[in-house]
């Protein structure tokens, strides 16, 4: 569903009938999930008044902000205890990237946070955090390349627990979501974390890059089960990413989308707003 994908479906229908099987596919190749082309379709069917490309674009986007969640759960500190954040998905979402602009996000709202470079597989990944870590004033623990994540996690949480940090945000290596050793390491890392807080980790995020379209509705499904996912970051909302995925993750798995990626700066990162997000559609 590319940022326009309203626009394009009066393009497309304004002016002549609409081929209901034509319609169909147009929904589906948007990453809208069948389950949520086949509501929108039937409610259309249902409606008595003639079918026109401006009751299609009404319908669809009544349906899609009742299924988005209306309200965001902002990210609040605990009174006495670091509130620990594990930043899962797969290579290539912006994962790293999400977790440093999160942390900035959190400390331009006066939190303090500290930030956990979990990932020691990948070339450059640590690197790669300790540079954000340095451009948004935020410490960060570390470890050597192929050091253990589990035990990474469980030595920043006491960090952020010794410095009273409100937030520990642990960015872990990006992994497919169809290799199974490598999802089991990320249920180590939460036992891990559960050692030190038996309620740790207190969100998952899943980065989901919003090109991927309907393969990002199977990396949810698989990294739920493994994770307990709460809540999606959308990264490459732009101009040219899409957004339908996120639409169907949503309604078929009932996972949120809690943050937006829209860019490269570091300000190009917010909490996830359901009206906003439909609007760009238009």
Same mark, same amino acid.
């Given at each position: 569903?590319?940022?326009?994908?309203?626009?394009?479906?009066?393009?497309?229908?304004?002016?002549?009938?609409?081929?209901?099987?034509?319609?169909?596919?147009?929904?589906?190749?948007?990453?809208?999930?069948?389950?949520?082309?086949?509501?929108?379709?039937?409610?259309?069917?249902?409606?008595?008044?003639?079918?026109?490309?401006?009751?299609?674009?009404?319908?669809?986007?009544?349906?899609?902000?009742?299924?988005?969640?209306?309200?965001?759960?902002?990210?609040?500190?605990?009174?006495?205890?670091?509130?620990?954040?594990?930043?899962?998905?797969?290579?290539? &979402? $912006?994962? @790293?990237?999400?977790? =440093?602009?999160?942390?900035?996000?959190?400390? !331009?709202? +006066?939190?303090?946070?500290?930030?956990?470079?979990?990932?020691?597989?990948?070339?450059?990944?640590?690197?790669?955090?300790?540079?954000?870590?340095?451009?948004?004033?935020?410490?960060?623990?570390?470890?050597?390349?192929?050091?253990?994540?589990?035990?990474?996690?469980?030595?920043?949480?006491?960090?952020?627990?010794?410095?009273?940090?409100?937030?520990?945000?642990?960015?872990?290596?990006?992994?497919?979501?169809?290799?199974?050793?490598?999802?089991?390491?990320?249920?180590?890392?939460?036992?891990?974390?559960?050692?030190?807080?038996?309620?740790?980790?207190?969100?998952?995020?899943?980065?989901?890059?919003?090109?991927?379209?309907?393969?990002?509705?199977?990396?949810?499904?698989?990294?739920?089960?493994? &994770? $307990?996912? @709460?809540?999606?970051? =959308?990264?490459?909302?732009?101009?040219?990413? !899409?957004? +339908?995925?996120?639409?169907?993750?949503?309604?078929?798995?009932?996972?949120?989308?809690?943050?937006?990626?829209?860019?490269?700066?570091?300000?190009?990162?917010?909490?996830?707003?359901?009206?906003?997000?439909?609007?760009?559609?238009?």
């Amino acid at each position: 569903m590319a940022f326009g994908f309203f626009k394009n479906i009066i393009q497309k229908f304004t002016g002549r009938a609409v081929d209901w099987d034509e319609l169909e596919e147009t929904l589906i190749r948007s990453d809208l999930g069948v389950p949520m082309t086949m509501r929108i379709l039937k409610l259309l069917q249902e409606r008595p008044d003639k079918l026109t490309a401006e009751r299609i674009v009404e319908v669809a986007s009544e349906e899609i902000i009742k299924v988005l969640p209306r309200d965001v759960s902002m990210l609040r500190p605990f009174p006495s205890k670091p509130k620990v954040i594990l930043v899962v998905g797969v290579n290539g &979402t $912006g994962k @790293t990237t999400s977790t =440093a602009k999160l942390a900035y996000l959190l400390k !331009k709202k +006066g939190h303090s946070v500290l930030l956990a470079a979990a990932d020691t597989f990948r070339a450059g990944a640590i690197e790669q955090l300790e540079i954000w870590a340095q451009r948004i004033d935020c410490e960060l623990i570390k470890g050597q390349y192929n050091a253990d994540p589990a035990a990474i996690c469980h030595d920043a949480y006491r960090a952020a627990e010794a410095r009273n940090a409100e937030f520990l945000i642990c960015d872990t290596a990006g992994r497919l979501h169809n290799k199974a050793n490598l999802m089991q390491e990320l249920a180590k890392v939460r036992r891990s974390l559960s050692r030190t807080d038996v309620t740790a980790p207190h969100e998952v995020f899943l980065v989901v890059d919003a090109t991927t379209g309907g393969n990002a509705l199977n990396q949810a499904r698989e990294f739920k089960e493994v &994770t $307990g996912l @709460t809540g999606l970051i =959308a990264t490459k909302l732009d101009g040219s990413g !899409k957004g +339908g995925c996120v639409i169907s993750i949503q309604h078929e798995l009932g996972i949120a989308p809690r943050f937006t990626g829209t860019g490269e700066k570091l300000e190009d990162f917010d909490f996830f707003d359901s009206r906003r997000f439909v609007e760009q559609m238009l």
